[in-house]
């Protein structure tokens, strides 16, 4: 009985080295490994290839060999909901944890502007952090994604707006004129990347690599809700750009907004955001800040960020509350936040209120959530009784 590509394990994902063994299992002589590891490389990550036949550098006899215990699958899209605002977001299923299992979901969403795209992806399914503006904190964790799942989110959104070279997208509705599609990556979506560190920065190593997808390390950021331990050595070791997930200045708030403060509050966070490798002017950091009406958003809070900022280079991000159902909060006024943004402003920060995207498909920012559950064993025993 032959196994479907959704049963092998995929090669999206894996490094160089990891490529080789790979051959190495297949029989591939040491001396060609190399080569035929950079080849395979190549059209994965510089020309999207789906299905090993397309990949013509390597003989027909070997193809076969990789066909019959690899894929190149990418995550499965389940649905596909395109916003008025031309924001799209597809809610993808990952491999499956034990074969004929199903696999978990997750949220994946693309932004397009005239002249660039941001492409937000995820690192977990589900969230540990319960931060209690985000509805994605309302879902339990399920697990860490793969750095193929990961990466994957990347190669499907290429595949579907066109943007490998010489591709062309089934829809072209509101897709920036630039010439690639993807200009940006955030790591913004389900989860707290922080928490998968491994598996995060393995992917963003093959996002960032010139003959990997290629996308600069300045227009890479990874957001955080504050691990302040893994702040520095995410510096170290993927020295991309960072976000705060801030949305206080008192402890006692962040504690009840973002709970992980707990454990590692403002004064912690800050000073190690003062030390991240390679702060500057040119690379500054972003403190992200959702408006809260009569929560967050008064001057004095405004003030007290402007206070809690001093010498870090920075811009703020003033967000605009994206309400989900059951949600405890409301948006702030427009005029209070603009109020807010002034006093920012005047204080020598950049302070850009992010417009909201994709509110009409639930895809802005805070409002990702699958259905995704996690069971514990019993249920899972009781389910297996069942059928």
Known sequence: MSISDQ?????IGLSPAQLSETFAALGVPEKARRMRSAQLWNWLYARGATEFDQITVISKELRATLAESYSLTRPEIVTEQVSADGTRKWLLRLEPDKPGGQGPLVETVYIPEPTRGTLCISSQVGCTLTC????????????????????GQIMLARDRIGDWVGAEADNPTGLPEAERKITNIVLMGMGEPLYNFDNVRDAMAIASASDGLSFSKRRITLSTSGVVPEIPRWGEEANTMLAISLHAVRDELRDELVPINRKWPIAELLEACRQYPSLSNAKRITFEYVMLKDVNDSVADAKELVRLLKGIPAKINLIPFNPWPGAPYECSDWEQIETFAEVV???GY?????????????????Q??????????????AEAATT
Do not use: W, Y
Request: glycine letters at 6%.
């Open 7 to 11: 049963e092998k394990p995929t090669l």
């Open 132 to 151: 209690t503006f985000c509805h994605t904190g309302t879902q339990k964790l399920v697990r860490n994604l793969r750095p193929g799942e990961i990466v």
């Open 345 to 347: 402003n005047r204080a």
């Open 350 to 366: 950049a302070s850009p209120v992010r417009s909201p995207r994709g509110r009409d498909i639930m895809a802005a920012c805070g």
């Open 368 to 381: 990702l959530k699958s259905e995704s559950v996690k069971q514990s064993a019993s249920e899972r025993r």
